[in-house]
Every structure is written in structure tokens, then in C-alpha cells.
């Protein structure tokens, strides 16, 4: 069963402290991104990559950090420095372009991270 | 500065009806729109597209109709059914290589039975 896998569902974190969240695919897509969303807003981005060892900031980044060393794997840390980091985080992934024109992105189940 | 605006928070619609979630953007540089469905606590599912060189697509119960001229795309979904009942999100895609996303803040659609 190919598709997205973000752990933990549920994540409590203390003020000050660094915290991963995973994501794993096996659609052997190439790009990934990170989204957060917010009560009644949108889904912001905050990192995406392209491909395996690049990354880019997307409109939200600070206090955030990814790493893209394999294909499925995207993990993104939240660090203390990010200011409100309680929301609703999602993965996903998609097939970049240049390989046709369906290129929606799947997304993960997501990670609920609370500040306690 | 918000590029992809879904000005309603909330719809509700009678079993059976009709319901059409509307969607705006700013950017003409975008060239694929998208809707996704979502329910509480999971991920976006991924519902219908278009792309910009066309104005209407269907797909069983969900028409995307887009309007170039006006910026503007709307989601017909008939009959609706209690099942819809979700948060719809519209999505559009930048030209370019990086292809990311840009979302909309979402329509809480309510079907009553």
C-alpha cells in the first residue's frame, strides 16, 4: 500500500525544547512539503524539497528546520525559536514537473503539536 | 497578501441540492487549480483539478468550472450527500519548477439531511 506516514498523530512538547516530527513515503515521489494549518486559515507552507539533499523555505520557515538525506524521508524540526508552534502539521508529497500534468499532492494524516 | 481567497467560511445545503464553493485568486502566473476535502484531524484528500487552459472539468458528483478572465473558480458538487460534509480547500499552482501549492482558508460545507 503505497502513501504517506506522519508520526507521531499526537505530539506534546515543553516551551523551549526542539521537537521532530516524521514523515515517510513510499509513492517514490521526488518532491515533499511541509504545511501547517491553523484554526480558520489555510494551509501555509513552510518547507518543501525537490529532490533528495535540497530544500527550500517556503512563506512560513522561522523556526523551523527540515533535512532531505533519502528520497522518503522529510523530517521536520520545530525549534524553540519558532514563536507559536502549536497547530496542526501536514506532509505531503507529489511528483515534481516535467513529468505530467497531474501533480497534486498527497498528503499525510498529520502531526497535532502542542505546546505545554 | 492572501492569493488564494475562499471568502466563505461556511455553507450549508439540503440533501439532494446543489452546493457551489467559490474560490478566488490574484495571481495569473498560476496554471493548475485544485479542491481538496478534508475532515477533522486528517489530511487533505485530493478532489478534482483543472488546468488553466481549459474552464470546466467534471468528475462524477463535482464540476470545477474556472473563470481566467475574473480570477475565479467555483465547486458544484450535485446531488449533494451528509458525506460531504467536510472543509474544502482550494488550491493553486505557480508556474515555475518548484510547483508548490498555495491554499485557500477553506469552506466548512454542512449537508443536512
Known amino acids: 500500500d503505497g502513501g504517506i506516514t506522519q508520526s507521531p498523530k499526537y505530539l506534546f512538547r515543553k516551551e523551549g525544547q526542539n521537537v521532530t516530527l516524521s514523515c515517510e513515503q513510499n509513492?517514490?515521489?521526488?518532491?515533499m512539503y511541509w504545511y501547517r494549518q491553523d484554526p480558520g486559515q489555510g494551509l501555509r507552507l513552510i518547507y518543501y524539497?525537490?529532490?533528495?539533499?535540497?530544500?527550500q523555505k517556503g512563506d512560513i520557515a522561522e523556526g523551523y528546520s527540515v533535512s532531505r538525506e533519502k528520497k522518503e524521508s522529510f523530517p521536520l524540526t520545530v525549534t524553540s525559536a519558532q514563536k507559536n508552534p502549536t497547530a496542526f502539521y501536514l506532509c505531503?508529497?507529489?511528483?515534481?514537473?516535467?513529468?505530467?500534468?497531474?501533480?497534486?499532492?498527497?498528503f499525510g494524516q498529520g502531526t497535532r503539536l502542542t505546546v505545554v | 497578501d492572501q492569493q488564494v481567497k475562499q471568502n466563505s467560511p461556511s455553507l450549508s445545503v439540503q440533501e439532494g441540492r446543489i452546493s457551489i464553493l467559490n474560490c478566488d485568486y490574484t495571481?495569473?502566473?498560476?496554471?493548475?487549480f485544485l479542491w481538496y476535502k478534508k475532515y477533522p484531524a486528517e489530511g487533505p484528500t485530493f478532489l478534482i483539478s483543472?488546468?488553466?487552459?481549459?474552464d470546466k472539468n467534471e468528475d462524477g458528483r463535482f464540476t470545477v468550472f474556472l473563470n481566467k478572465s475574473a480570477k475565479h473558480l467555483s465547486l458544484h458538487i450535485v446531488p449533494s450527500q451528509p458525506g460531504d460534509s467536510a472543509v474544502y480547500f482550494c488550491?493553486?499552482?505557480?508556474?515555475?519548477?518548484?510547483?508548490?501549492?498555495?491554499f485557500g482558508s477553506g469552506t466548512q460545507l454542512t449537508v443536512l439531511p
Open positions: 488550491a493553486a499552482r505557480g508556474r515555475g519548477s518548484a510547483r508548490q501549492l498555495t
Open positions: 524539497s525537490q529532490i533528495v539533499n535540497d530544500f
Open positions: 509513492l517514490n515521489h521526488d518532491a
Open positions: 483543472i488546468s488553466s487552459i481549459k
Open positions: 505531503a508529497s507529489s511528483i515534481p514537473s516535467g513529468t505530467g500534468t497531474r501533480t497534486e499532492a498527497f
Open positions: 495571481n495569473s502566473m498560476f496554471d493548475y
